[in-house]
């Protein structure tokens, strides 16, 4: 009786996002146009070459050896080998999916097990400052130190609870290979660009939701509106209209979740349970909020009177550099699939 319900609600819920689909066609389009424009000004370019290295890297093996002199503050601040300090600070500076991606890599090679896998996810979560600077400093506040504020705070929140949980559940440390191996590196090109063009993909459909909200707060007080919508899909934050700095430990909490087109991202990298990275939340975003209040408040930080539109107008059009990097993946990826089919 509950599968026959379900069914039922399921099909009504495909037949009603149908019909609305068909009937605010013009907005769902224009949504699906920014969707594209944000991939490739904005995801392709900040993301791909982070996850080609970050593949390498795990690959090659150099993850073992390249925080070596940091071993004492992996060991006695955050108790994590040095190997799992690496992930964690991987994870936190060049996007949130990357995080989740070295430890699905990991936990394929066989060199963490799926309980560590699915508790160091909890604080390998970040936007990274290329994104937050980015995206969200120079798009509202026309300043990079405003990202800044709010990539540091996101920071230190995901450093304070990956300090109290590896107390609580002390990752194993495993004796590795110290040896270097030889990555492929077609194959890491490959991976990474299936995987940049899956996060695409559900962009791309998450504009469905963008466009229904845009519906139901038409009338709202657009700083309120876009807030909302951005604990959504988190690139909706650019459409903040208020540059004062009483709105910074919002966006802070909003950019340490990430939203829920991010939380769905990851899904196409890892088969792992996103359960402890949704909890940790919980935690975060009051956090980081906190954090960024503290530090406005001891650096005195005001923003500039100019609310600038510069990276906002230059968003509306699709940049030559990421057109160019989209079309070189994708004749890249037809190409290897080509070698492999002969």
């Known amino acids: 009786m509950k599968r026959k319900l379900l069914i039922v609600f399921l099909s009504i819920i495909t037949v009603a996002t149908y019909i609305y689909s068909l009937v605010n066609t013009k907005e769902l389009s224009q949504n699906i146009n920014d969707c594209i424009i944000r991939c490739i000004n904005v995801i392709i370019p900040s993301l791909f070459i982070y996850m080609v290295l970050s593949s390498l890297i795990i690959e090659s093996g150099i993850y073992k050896f390249i925080f070596v002199p940091l071993k004492p503050l992996a060991k006695y601040v955050f108790s994590l080998p040095i190997s799992l300090f690496f992930v964690f600070v991987m994870g936190n500076i060049c996007g949130y999916p990357i995080g989740m991606k070295l430890i ?124 909302i919508k951005s604990f959504f899909e988190i690139t909706n934050i650019t459409a903040l209209d208020n540059a004062s700095t009483s709105y910074m430990p919002i966006v802070a909490a909003i950019s340490s979740f990430g939203g829920v087109c991010i939380l769905l ?18 935690v975060a975003c009051p956090l980081s ?20 539109c510069v990276y906002n107008i230059k968003s509306t059009s699709i940049s030559l550099l990421g057109t160019i990097l989209a079309a070189i993946l994708v004749i890249f990826m037809i190409f290897t699939k080509e070698k492999a089919d002969s």
């Open 104 to 227: 699905n890599d990991m936990l394929e090679k066989g060199e963490i097990d799926r309980k560590t896998a699915s508790v160091m996810s909890a604080s390998c979560y970040g936007g990274g400052p290329s994104f937050l600077l980015g995206l969200v400093g120079i798009s509202i506040y026309n300043d990079e130190t405003a990202g800044g504020i709010i990539f540091l705070s996101c920071l230190l929140s995901n450093a304070l609870i990956a300090i109290v949980i590896n107390r609580i559940y002390k990752p194993p440390v495993r004796s590795l290979d110290a040896s270097l191996q030889k990555p492929d590196l077609i194959s890491s090109i490959t991976n990474s660009a299936i995987s940049i063009f899956k996060i695409c993909a559900v962009i791309l459909s998450f504009s469905f939701v963008t466009t229904f909200l845009d519906g139901v707060f038409k009338d709202a007080d657009n700083t309120a509106a876009t807030i």
């Open 289 to 308: 909020a906190l954090l960024c209040f503290v530090i406005i408040k001891a650096t005195n930080y005001t923003p500039s009177i100019y609310a600038s």
């Open 265 to 282: 991202q990851l899904k196409s990298v890892t088969r792992l349970t996103l359960k402890y990275i949704v909890l940790s939340r919980l």
